[in-house]
C-alpha cells in the first residue's frame, strides 16, 4: 500500500543547531514529494517539493530536502534552526490519481 | 491571490448534532479537497473534487459525512449526525489540477463534538 513514513513523532534541539527530519515512502514508482509546515491554528504551508531531477531541492525559509532513490526517502535539512521554526512539520507523496497522502507529521521543539 | 477561505474557524457541537463547513478555494483552482487532521496525526483525505466531479471520496464514512461542490467552485462539507470521534480539524485544500500538485490550505475548523 501506499504510504508516508515519519518515524520522529518529535525533535527537539538548540537554536543554531542543524536540523534533519526523516521521511519515507512506499510507492512502486517515484512520487512528487513535498515538506509541509504546519504553525499552531494556522493551515498548511509548503516548504519545498520535488518532482524530478537534481535530488536536492531548495525551499523557502533556508530549508533543503534531499531525495535518496535507493532509500526511498526525502529527508528535510537546515543548517542552522531559529526560534521561530518551531512548528509540526508533515512530508507528503503525490502518487498520481490526484491523491496526496502525508505522513503522520514531525513536531520540532527549538530550545534556546 | 487571496487564499482558501474557511469558516467556522471552530464549532462546538453535541454528539448527535448536525454540523457543516464551508470553503471557497483559490479562484481558479479545479481540484479541492477535504481532510480531516486528528489531533497528533497528519491530514486524512476525506474527499477529492475535480471541477463539481467527485474524485476520491473512499476514505468519507458516507452514512453520516456528506459534500458537494455545486458549480465546481466553493464546497460544503456536512456531518450528520456526529459522534465523538468527528472532533478534528477539518482542512481544506486547492490545486490548480494540472499536475502540478501543490496544495494550498485553508486554515481549517477545529471542532470539538461533546
Known amino acids: 500500500a501506499q504510504s508516508v513514513t515519519q518515524p520522529d513523532i518529535h525533535i527537539t534541539v538548540s537554536e543554531g543547531a542543524s536540523l534533519e527530519l526523516r521521511c519515507n515512502y512506499s510507492?512502486?514508482?517515484?512520487?512528487?514529494l513535498f515538506w509541509y509546515v504546519q504553525s499552531p491554528g494556522q493551515g498548511l504551508q509548503l516548504l519545498l517539493k520535488y518532482f524530478s531531477g537534481d535530488t536536492l531541492v531548495q525551499g523557502i525559509k533556508g530549508f533543503e530536502a534531499e531525495f535518496k532513490r535507493s532509500q526511498s526517502s526525502f529527508n528535510l535539512r537546515k543548517p542552522s534552526v531559529h526560534w521561530s521554526d518551531a512548528a509540526e512539520y508533515f512530508c507528503?507523496?503525490?502518487?498520481?490519481?490526484?491523491?496526496?497522502?502525508f505522513g503522520a507529521g514531525t513536531r520540532l521543539f527549538v530550545k534556546a | 491571490e487571496a487564499g482558501v477561505a474557511q469558516s467556522p474557524r471552530y464549532k462546538i457541537i453535541e454528539k448527535r448534532q448536525s454540523v457543516a463547513f464551508w470553503c471557497n478555494p483559490i479562484?481558479?483552482?479545479?481540484?479541492l479537497y477535504w481532510y480531516q487532521q486528528i489531533l497528533g496525526q497528519g491530514p486524512k483525505l476525506l474527499i477529492q473534487?475535480?471541477?463539481?466531479?467527485?474524485?476520491?471520496d473512499s476514505q468519507l464514512p458516507k452514512d453520516r459525512f456528506s459534500a458537494e461542490r455545486l458549480k465546481g467552485v466553493d464546497s460544503t462539507l456536512k456531518i450528520q449526525p456526529a459522534k465523538l470521534e468527528d472532533s478534528a480539524v477539518y482542512l481544506c485544500?486547492?490545486?490548480?489540477?494540472?499536475?502540478?500538485?501543490?496544495?494550498?490550505f485553508g486554515s481549517g475548523t477545529q471542532l470539538s463534538v461533546l
Open positions: 479562484s481558479g483552482h479545479a481540484t
Open positions: 485544500a486547492s490545486s490548480r489540477g494540472d499536475g502540478n500538485e501543490k496544495l494550498f
Open positions: 510507492y512502486g514508482a517515484t512520487p512528487y
Open positions: 507528503a507523496a503525490y502518487t498520481g490519481g490526484f491523491k496526496t497522502i
Open positions: 473534487f475535480q471541477n463539481n466531479g467527485v474524485v476520491d
